[in-house]
T-cell receptor
Framework: DSGVTQTPKHLITATGQRVTLRCSPR?????VYWYQQSLDQGLQFLIQ???????AKGNILERFSAQQFPDLHSELNLSSLELGDSALYFC?????????????FGEGSRLTVL | GESVGLHLPTLSVQEGDNSIINCAYS??????FIWYKQESGKGPQFIID?????DKRQGQRVTVLLNKTVKHLSLQIAATQPGDSAVYFC??????????????FGTGTQLKVEL
């Protein structure tokens, strides 16, 4: 158990819909990261927050947005969903914001868009 | 652009043998490299990391070797066990002055341990 909690574990929705994925980082971790894992793209970095502020941005679509709240949990919002958005979405956390450091991953939220 | 790739998609080894998983990277500006293990249905789990100013680092039954000349990274697992069966990802990372920490993952190698 990494200590990172993600909900929901599974989510099935239709194209055009909007979903919110939630992540609670490990106790004491200030950084939260979101990754997308699909069969053809592997693990893709989406975005990082550190203590409530956006710190790094990867290949995150404009239809996607995220935020980190004062209690350090984070939400990833996916809107106008397309079939290609079907994937595993992982949240990870770490103590620090930059440099080398172990990222602790949650078990992911599997999104299926029909 | 940046890319981190793996030489082999699947590696099969006999239990008790040593495993070597290879990874090529293209971004010479990386500060560090990390190996992750992902078991079916779970999130990636940290195995070992190495800074770009090192060429070897050892952990428990694992060794990571970094060859910056040819931009090659390898993970050696000694006395491979059935529990080592998983997908292994190499990742390269760079911190930035703004506190960002961006990991770029390779596509993964499936390690299968045969009894």
């Amino acid at each position: 158990d990494s200590g990172v909690t993600q909900t929901p574990k599974h989510l099935i929705t239709a194209t055009g819909q909007r979903v919110t994925l939630r992540c609670s980082p490990r106790s004491g971790d200030l950084s939260v990261y979101w990754y997308q894992q699909s069969l053809d793209q592997g693990l893709q970095f989406l975005i990082q927050y550190y203590n409530g502020e956006e710190r790094a941005k990867g290949n995150i679509l404009e239809r996607f947005s995220a935020q980190q709240f004062p209690d350090l949990h984070s939400e990833l919002n996916l809107s106008s969903l397309e079939l290609g958005d079907s994937a595993l979405y992982f949240c990870a956390s770490s103590v620090l914001g930059g440099g080398a450091g172990e990222l602790f991953f949650g078990e992911g939220s599997r999104l299926t868009v029909l | 652009g940046e890319s981190v790739g793996l030489h082999l998609p699947t590696l099969s080894v006999q239990e008790g043998d040593n495993s070597i998983i290879n990874c090529a990277y293209s971004n010479s500006a990386s500060d560090y490299f990390i190996w992750y293990k992902q078991e079916s249905g779970k999130g990636p789990q940290f195995i070992i990391d190495i800074r770009s100013n090192m060429d070897k680092r050892q952990g428990q039954r694992v060794t990571v070797l970094l060859n910056k000349t040819v931009k090659h990274l390898s993970l050696q697992i000694a006395a491979t066990q059935p529990g080592d069966s998983a997908v292994y990802f190499c990742a390269e990372g760079r911190g930035d002055t703004g506190g960002g920490n961006k990991l770029t993952f390779g596509t993964g190698t499936q390690l299968k341990v045969e009894l």
